[in-house]
């Protein structure tokens, strides 16, 4: 089928159960990389088990996007910390020299 002459697959769909199942996936080329991003899930969960299948979905990207903003968020306050600690040198500085 399609899937054999594939890298990768995205779904998305608005169907109430699995579109494609594990066994969809036993003739699938390795590595096969599967992006499921429907909810409820098109792509069942055991497809995942499967040697050389990579299956993400929307949880994934959750994570992915979460520990971005945590180490963007991390870089902030170091970055808010050193201006600080740059103007309150300067006005200890600025104050030195008026006294």
Do not use: M
Request: glycine share 2%; aromatic share 12%.
């Amino acid at each position: 089928g399609l899937l054999s002459k594939a890298d990768a697959l995205i779904s998305v769909t608005s169907s109430p159960h699995y579109v494609l199942k594990r066994e969809d996936f036993y003739n699938a080329p390795h590595p096969f990389y599967i992006y499921d991003l429907a909810l409820p899930r098109d792509i069942e969960p055991a497809v995942a088990d499967l040697s050389g299948i990579f299956l993400r979905n929307l949880d994934d990207l959750t994570k992915v996007i979460h520990q971005f903003n945590q180490r963007n968020q991390e870089k902030i306050q170091l970055a808010s910390r050193l201006v600080e600690e740059a103007i309150e040198e300067y006005l200890e500085v600025a104050y030195a020299k008026n006294y």
